[in-house]
Nanobody, 120 residues
Framework: QVRLVESGGGLVQAGGSLRLSCAASGSIRVINDMGWYRQAPGKQRELVAEVSFGGSTNYVDSVKGRFTISRDNAKNMVYLQMNSLNPEDTAVYYC??????????????WGQGTLVTVSA
């Protein structure tokens, strides 16, 4: 099993910044893709950003130029630096990882979510 612990959410004014962190631990041979999703009230969960093991990144159009995803493979951590936040960024943010277990199984795990609230 893999455990994901997220931190860094909170309340911020429009134009402000937050940094989310997610630490993965457990039975992990390799963490492949790592990403952040979000779900706003009444909306479907959407991919915000993802980063491959090699560092390739992908962002949803609405956050390009404002958010930066990064990872530390030595620490099994992924980060999301969020700048120029606006009220439309308000959501529960979820960490997501795809791992290869010691038994060479490909598995996907989700964090518990951290709330980001951006006030106007």
């Amino acid at each position: 099993q893999v455990r994901l612990v997220e931190s860094g959410g909170g309340l911020v004014q429009a134009g402000g910044s937050l940094r989310l962190s997610c630490a993965a631990s457990g039975s992990i041979r390799v963490i492949n893709d790592m990403g952040w999703y979000r779900q706003a009230p009444g909306k479907q969960r959407e991919l915000v950003a993802e980063v491959s093991f090699g560092g390739s990144t992908n962002y949803v159009d609405s956050v390009k130029g404002r958010f930066t995803i990064s990872r530390d493979n030595a620490k099994n951590m992924v980060y999301l630096q969020m700048n120029s936040l606006n009220p439309e960024d308000t959501a529960v943010y979820y960490c997501n990882v795809h791992v290869t277990s010691w038994e060479y199984r490909l598995l996907e795990f989700w964090g518990q979510g951290t709330l980001v609230t951006v006030s106007a």
